[in-house]
């Protein structure tokens, strides 16, 4: 995978953290319909690498926004994840990114920590539009 895939305007970005074990995919800006799809590429992007780790890290903790689609595409990842034989596991979500998985329900279903740990990595920028 790219180190980031980003969209135009270059508000939303998802990078690989680099490191042994779990791929982390570091999630920064509004996580929505539009850019549901860049996500969804990232994952798909690190899926051997999540068979063989057995789990997937989204670090949220960037997200500033998360309408329905955004929420869609966490769940596509969680879906992907466990058909994969793998888990999803959600760092750091934001205030309102954590109370939209409480209302929908959705952080009765995902593993959800609300402290990453560890700082995003930057990495050189690829874009995908």
Known sequence: M???????????????RPGAGAPVLAVVGELEQRTGS???????????AVIAAGELVLDLSGVRFCDSGGLNAVIRAHLRSRDAGAVLHVLSPAARVAALF????????LRVSPDAGTPVAEGPAHRRG
Do not use: I, K
């Open 2 to 16: 790219p180190a980031t895939r980003q969209v135009d305007p270059p508000s939303f970005s998802v990078r690989l």
């Open 38 to 48: 860049v996500l969804d590429a990232a994952v798909a992007d690190v899926m051997d």
């Open 102 to 109: 409480r209302r929908t329900g959705v952080d009765q279903v």
